[in-house]
């Protein structure tokens, strides 16, 4: 049976999309002092966010689809999802993250593969698309995962 995407899926999947990009630009807004553990992930994490947002854009508008320029920021996610989670394992390089990256590592750990596995299958839909609805669906995966992390692992701004 084929899947119809209604109006309102599609706002609901960019206002997902969306949300995650903010966080991950926030993310990076918090003094880290001179912890270089905590600068590479924000900036890894700032990186991302920028990505998101070009692709994001696209989302918003389908008729700007670029299929190379969301090909290349799907291909950027994809070879820089493993980037900064080793940047995770001291844990008092705090930073924006909360103590559950340590308490519960495995969770972490799991958010961290999803995270990976989500991007890679973006990238694959970005590969041969022609259009923002051959991307969409992976595209929400990917912002789904970045909340959802952000969700646990994050501190909350105050």
Known sequence: MAQVHTNKSFKSLFSVTLIAAALGLTACSTSTGSNPDVQARQDTMKNWGDAMGVMGDMAKAPDTFDADV????AAFL???????????EDPEAVGNATEAVWSNADGFSAEAENFQKVTAELNAAAQNATSMDDVKPAFGQVGASCKSCHTDFRAKDE
């Open 70 to 73: 969301f090909k290349e920021q």
């Open 78 to 88: 994809a070879e820089d999802a493993a980037k900064p989670w080793s940047h995770f």
